[in-house]
């Protein structure tokens, strides 16, 4: 008898490493890929190292924000926050909207914020959402929506509401 795989049958298997995977490939993508955007600036030397491209002050923020992000991945913090406890639940989710993503913020280089804001149309758009009154009715929105009893337990049936 064959076992169909299944999208409750995803959510019942939590892998206990996957909070490595997200260390690994965190520290991977910042520290190979700050340089590697680097050299394709046009004023850049031909060799870029990365202690050069980015302070150390960024370089702690963006490796404490993985490191937080990796507890958070991990078992059992998910496993706990997926199924058995609705207070890991909510303190998974508060550590990853008011800690991680501050530090990921933080931890981006300025050159590269910058370079990414560029385009006047990209500009508009962040100048419009960093709005206080804007970013406060988005935040306080989106925080509040994701705690509603109906989508918390969407999340908890289906892997597509648990992903997005």
């Known amino acids: 008898m064959t076992a169909a795989i299944t999208s409750s049958s995803l959510l019942a298997v939590s892998i206990p490493w996957g909070g490595i995977v997200v260390l690994v490939l965190g520290v991977v993508t910042y520290r190979w890929g700050a340089p590697a955007l680097a050299r394709g600036l046009?004023?850049?030397?031909?060799?870029?190292r990365f202690r050069d491209v980015v302070p150390r002050r960024k370089q702690w923020?963006?490796?404490?924000g993985i490191a937080l992000l990796a507890i958070e991945q991990?078992?059992?913090?998910?496993?706990?926050?997926?199924?058995?406890?609705?207070?890991?639940y909510l303190l998974h989710n508060l550590l990853l909207v008011l800690a991680v993503v501050p530090l990921l913020l933080l931890g981006l280089p300025s050159w590269a914020i910058f370079r990414l804001t560029e385009?006047?149309?990209?500009?508009?758009?962040?100048?419009?959402?960093?709005?206080?009154?804007?970013?406060?009715?988005i935040f306080s929105g989106i925080t509040i929506l994701s705690l509603l009893v109906p989508i918390v337990e969407a999340q908890a049936h289906s892997l597509v509401v648990y992903i997005y």
């Open 42 to 48: 046009a004023s850049s030397p031909e060799r870029v």
């Open 61 to 64: 923020a963006w490796f404490v």
């Open 74 to 88: 991990s078992w059992p913090a998910l496993e706990l926050a997926r199924r058995i406890s609705l207070v890991a």
């Open 119 to 137: 385009p006047r149309g990209v500009d508009a758009l962040v100048t419009f959402f960093t709005r206080p009154l804007v970013a406060t009715v």
